[in-house]
Every structure is written in structure tokens, then in C-alpha cells.
């Protein structure tokens, strides 16, 4: 069997991000006819060498990831493509068939046929010989959060919140505001030094306005879940502008934290059912929640505001009266914000930084999450920012 990792990140507006895992896993399949080719080629028959070993072909591990297709993602299909891949003897693909697609006309059939033609692989061997085979492999498509703003461990979420913590004390700096029973820590503004910390994006919005002179992290180590599950966030600010979640700072933030832990994130599933799977595999503890579904939508507890980020803007309002933008939110079943769409606005005028800033400090906010008959479940729904008059 074969395993090979890829992830990707597509960056879907207002500072948010979706990534996906792709897993590719099969098993090799050396057709009868490739073995009557190499024992034709030796004079005899596949019978008349029983002892020979027939070993599969291996995909290499640099192959490259099928893109995430866009039609799938705007519509939220997800799951598995079976295809099967004829080999050549050097390795190479001359042909893919896709068997299987998790839905039909989402793009899945040529994203992947596109991909695997590119694969190399450690070609099939009978007796030491090469030959052509067949290899049936899949590719498991998951919508997951970006891996640069959300990871989960296999530590408590006390024991992560302890080292977090003590990365910002390490710094040196004042520590900022630090929420303990929530479990959210924001930064003072740290100098964004980009020999340290690294280089922004060259896609991120207001990049070619230049560098951001600092920055704010905004930690967020659930404590309404376990094992720990950790959302980091940031607010980058220059002279002109003011960016949201660039994933840098968070990125650097991370690395530091798995220094401490000694261990490596796990990306955390955007849907709440693979979050849920994802979390019992590693606790190795069946979930009680899993699988149910609330049988009265009416019982839904709304998830209750942790802390709410005021609004960073350069600009002024120009209507001369307070702007108050709507923004349509999902809150994860761990009381992170997943999701953040400006849905309209109370005001004549609003620019579109504004609009991008209200989404984006929308991210950031934290709260305890939505429960229905006992179970922690996902959210969504609607809130204010208000940006005062100038």
C-alpha cells in the first residue's frame, strides 16, 4: 500500500481559507498479461515459474496534488475518486480511467486524470524485470481549515494554552489581554520583523502597498473541547493599510508552539462530522456526539460572544454617520469563526476595505459553542460591526 500527502491552500475572500488533504492510497494490480509478456520473454510460462516475486508498482512521493476542483468546492462536495492507472514499465502513466467520483460534473474526473498523468512510479517487477502493470489508487478530497490558522493536538487544551502563553513571555514583551477562562490570548502590536517572522503572501490584499511595519496575534486555545484545538489569527497593520489573517505571523506562531510541544498539528475538518472523527482517532475515545443529528432545531443554543475585536480602519465613513455592516458568520462546534461574509449594510456609501476589514475582525472573534441536546454543534448566523463616524 501506498500513501502520499499533499495540501493546498484556496483562499475563498475575506481573509478565510479552506484546505485540503489529498490522500492517495492503493493497491497494485499486475495484470495477467504483463506476467505472460515476462515469462514469454524468458521462454516459458507464468506457471512454469511459481517462485517468482511479483512486486507492485510505488507511486514516487513527489508526484503532484490534483487541484481542489472550484465548482466542487463552491458547492461543498467532498469525498473520494477511485481510478486506475495503466503503468509502464519506465514508470511512467499512459493512461488513467476514473471509476468513481463522490458526484458527477464537479470537475473531479479531469482534476484528477490531470494529475495522475503526471505521476512517476517505481515500476512493477516480476522476478526483478519491469513490466507494465495496473494500479488502482484514491483520492480523498476533504474541505479542511487552513493549516497556517487551525491545528489540533493530541495535548489537553489546558496544557497547549500553558505553552502559548509562555511564547508570548518568551517574547518579551507585554503579554497584551489575556482572556483565561476562554482561553484567548491577543498580543500587543510586535514588530514585523520579516527576518524572523518571514514574508507575507505575494497574493495577500494590500501587498503592493508595502510591507506591514507590525502586527497582532490573536490565540485562541478552545477549552470547550479535547483534545486541544488551536485558531490563531492576526491583524497586520502599515502605514496605509490594514490586512487580516495573512497567515505569516500565524505560521511562526505555530512553529514555535510544536517546538515546545514536540509535536506536529493536525489540520481540523471544516465539516463538523470529520472534525468530530478526526478528534475521537486521536483520542482513540469513541464520540458519543457522533453521527447524531439535532431532532429539534428550535433547541439550539446559540453560541454565546467570548470576546469581540473592534474594528481596525484607516479610512473614514462617508456618510458621515456611523456604518454598520452585516456579516453572515459560521461558528465551528470548538467556538471558532470558520466563515465571514458581508451579507449588507446600514450606510450610503462603504468602501471596500471596509467591507473586507468587517469580515476580517469578524475572523478573530471567539465564543462558546452551540449545543443541542448536549452535543457542541455548528452555527451560523448574523452580526453587526459598526464603524464610528470619523
Known sequence: MALSLRRRAVRLGSGHYLVWLFVAYGVAVVSL????????????????????????????????????????????????VVFVARVSAE????????????????????AVREAVLQWRFEAARNDRVAIPS???????????????????????????????????????????????????????WLRFDTADVGQPPAESAGAGQGLPQEFQLHVFVSPFVEPARVHVGSVSRGPNNVQYNLGVAERWFFEKLERRLGEVGLPIPLESERHRAAASSLLDVPDPCLGTVPTDASAVAVPTRLTAVAPTYLGLVASGTDATITVKIAVSLDGAVVSSQVVGTEANAVEE?????????????RFSPSTSEGCRVPFTGKVNVTFPRQ
Not at 481549515?145 to 517574547?171: C, F, G, N, P
Not at 468587517?358 to 475572523?363: D, H, L, R, T, Y
Open 91 to 110: 514508470g511512467r502513466v499512459d493512461a488513467v480511467q476514473v471509476l468513481d467520483v463522490p458526484k458527477a460534473g464537479m470537475g473531479f474526473e479531469d
Open 33 to 80: 498479461s504483463a506476467h505472460s509478456l515476462v515469462a514469454e520473454a524468458r521462454g516459458g510460462s507464468p506457471a512454469a515459474h511459481p517462485q517468482r516475486q511479483v512486486v507492485s508498482p510505488q507511486p514516487l512521493p513527489d508526484n503532484p496534488s490534483p487541484d481542489y476542483p472550484v465548482q466542487a468546492l463552491a458547492a461543498a462536495v467532498d469525498g473520494d
Open 134 to 188: 495496473a494500479y488502482v489508487g484514491k483520492v480523498n478530497f476533504t474541505r479542511q481549515l487552513s493549516y497556517a490558522h487551525a491545528r489540533m493536538y493530541s495535548e489537553s487544551s489546558q496544557a497547549v494554552w500553558r505553552e502559548a502563553k509562555d511564547i508570548v513571555t518568551s517574547l518579551e514583551r507585554t503579554q497584551g489581554i489575556t482572556y483565561a477562562v476562554s482561553q484567548v490570548l491577543i498580543t500587543q
Open 353 to 365: 476595505d471596509m467591507a473586507t476589514a468587517a469580515a476580517g475582525v469578524v475572523s478573530l472573534w
